[in-house]
């Protein structure tokens, strides 16, 4: 049974930053490119940042670009998101996602996490 489970969310003033870490279970964590998506209520889910099976290819949302960063730890089955310099627009819940081909579409995506909640606030 495939688990990803989120953590490291939580409440921080605009312009701080937070850490967030995905543990995968279940899976062959390096054949899988990972992804961050995020849901902020009424939005629709939107693409974050996405690394690939090595972590030697990366991309990210323009909306996060020079704040946040995604790497993998593979030896951990683990993805992270550095998130500096938050912004309240940054609100939402982020979930990780696991697929075999790296993507920003959402439909990509075999697994997924529950979620954690990043509120910034103003």
């Known amino acids: 049974q495939v688990q990803l489970v989120e953590s490291g969310g939580g409440l921080v003033q605009a312009g701080g930053s937070l850490r967030l870490s995905c543990a995968a279970s279940?899976?062959?964590?390096?054949?899988?490119?990972m992804g961050w998506f995020r849901q902020a209520p009424g939005k629709e889910r939107e693409f974050v940042a996405a690394?690939?099976?090595?972590?030697?290819?990366?991309y990210c949302a323009d909306s996060v670009k020079g704040r946040f960063t995604i790497s993998r730890e593979n030896g951990k089955n683990t993805v992270y998101l550095q998130m500096n310099s938050l912004k309240p627009e940054d609100t939402a819940v982020y979930s990780c996602?696991?697929?075999?081909?790296?993507?920003?579409?959402?439909?990509?995506?075999?697994?997924w996490g529950q979620g954690t909640q990043v509120t910034v606030s103003s």
């Open positions: 996602a696991a697929s075999t081909v790296q993507s920003r579409d959402v439909w990509q995506y075999d697994y």
């Open positions: 279940g899976l062959t964590f390096r054949l899988y490119a």
């Open positions: 690394i690939s099976q090595s972590g030697g290819i990366t």
